[in-house]
């Protein structure tokens, strides 16, 4: 079962009319030809947006550019405990900067991405940005994962002007951070509440919750929590953990002392096999079920039978055209076995809208790109549907499928 959920219709920042050209591909076959076209389209487009020549001025950071290309950065977690999300994220933006270039770059010129690794740390990501920003010069830079990282260098990155469009993060807090801010993904106050929703239909009375220590599981909490009392049922504890220990026996003790019925999950990779081996191991399990946010945060990595029988949440859309394309895309080019994690797919939606604006713009300062970003929201229908940006930089909608773990992988929850 899949769910489109929308943000209540916002004030937009002023921006110029809209170009309106509409959806993508309908095929893998003719996937370059039209994204040529759509290219061309926002190219010509330009001409009638007349409010971006205002802004084409000194002030704001100027494209970064070589020779002979247009050059702008990336931070994923290319190490750590986010490691598998982190490669599947590169790859698609490395599957969309070869579409762009293949339809022709940005103003003329091919389309370069510096990759930068965030170890999957707050740390890494302030290092990767400042290395971005201070001695490559980019404008704009795509990432990051977890809303621990993209929340201190989207702050700082605003601060230098500098664009960043976050793929893998859903702080609410996200959308206090500034102009040059934006994000592709959906946040948690509609995760939270939509995973509180599925698990109050099992009929359970009791809930607890454990969540990573940072604001993207504190979130999560918080709205899933709000969820089950506003619906007059009983929750019992919220425990929170660090990232990067060892043991979580203490933690996972404390989350099932009430005996809950259901027990809401939050966890990245290594820390999520690591948390339901032991639980495993404890005979410790909800006594209705255990229900997950971000479900491919964890699918491909814990033990199978760990994991059987968590119901959750997975972002993004189920099919479709566009999808399917993208998934046939991404297994010729990277092999039937690559891992996929649902933020692939929006990594290498950021990458496109990011182009598409860039050529808007005519490649010029950040002030133009984020304006022409608002444009191109409005008319790219990506991989991961409908991209709209609200007057923050923040998605208007997002798309969730109800999934359960069973033998070893996800299938849709019936």
């Known amino acids: 079962m899949q769910h489109s959920f929308h943000a209540p219709p916002p004030q937009r920042r002023p921006t110029g009319k809209g170009t309106g050209f509409s959806g993508f591909v309908s095929s893998s076959e003719n996937i370059l030809s039209e994204r040529r076209l759509e290219m061309k389209r926002v190219i010509c487009a330009v001409a009638a947006i007349m409010f971006l020549g205002a802004l084409m001025v000194v002030g704001t950071p100027a494209l970064s550019t070589a020779a002979d290309e247009v050059v702008i950065g990336s931070i994923c977690p290319l190490t750590g405990s986010s490691a598998i999300q982190g490669q599947d994220m590169k790859r698609g933006e490395q599957l969309a900067l070869e579409e762009v270039n293949n339809a022709g770059g940005i103003c003329g010129k091919p389309l370069k991405i510096l990759w930068e690794d965030t170890e999957s740390s707050a740390k890494g990501g302030m290092a990767a940005v400042h290395k971005l920003v201070e001695i490559n010069k980019v404008p704009l830079i795509l990432g990051a994962y977890s809303s621990g990282v993209s929340l201190p260098t989207g702050q700082w990155t605003n601060s230098k002007k500098v664009i960043q469009i976050s793929e893998a993060s859903t702080s609410p807090k996200l959308r206090e951070i500034g102009p040059y801010f934006f994000n592709v993904m959906g946040l948690d106050e509609v995760m939270g509440s939509k995973l509180a929703e599925f698990a109050l239909e099992s009929g359970a009375k009791t809930f607890a919750s454990i969540t990573v220590n940072n604001p993207f599981g504190i979130g999560i909490?918080?709205?899933?929590?709000?969820?089950?009392?506003?619906?007059?049922k009983k929750w019992l504890v919220d425990v929170r953990y660090d990232e990067k220990k060892s043991d979580y026996r203490a933690e996972l003790q404390r989350v099932f002392s009430g005996n809950p019925d259901v027990v809401f999950f939050t966890a990245y990779g290594t820390e999520s096999k690591l948390i339901l081996k032991q639980a495993y191991e404890m005979g410790l399990k909800p006594r209705i079920a255990w229900y997950a946010d971000y479900m491919t945060m964890w699918s491909n990595e814990v033990i199978p039978e760990t994991a059987e029988g968590i119901r959750g949440l997975v972002i993004g859309p189920a099919g479709g055209s566009r999808y399917k394309a993208y998934r046939a895309a991404y297994a010729k080019k990277f092999g039937k076995n690559a891992k996929q994690t649902a933020f692939g797919a929006y990594a290498y939606d950021a990458t496109w809208v990011a182009a598409l604006a860039l050529n808007m713009s005519g490649?010029?300062?950040?002030?133009?790109?984020?304006?022409?970003?608002?444009?191109?929201?409005?008319?790219?229908?990506?991989?991961?549907g409908d991209k709209t940006f609200d007057k923050d930089g923040m998605q208007v909608t997002d798309y969730y499928q109800r999934m359960v773990y069973k033998g070893g992988k996800l299938v849709p929850y019936e």
């Open 221 to 232: 909490e918080i709205w899933t929590k709000k969820t089950v009392e506003k619906a007059g």
């Open 363 to 384: 490649c010029a300062n950040t002030d133009a790109i984020a304006q022409a970003l608002y444009e191109v929201s409005k008319i790219y229908r990506g991989v991961t």
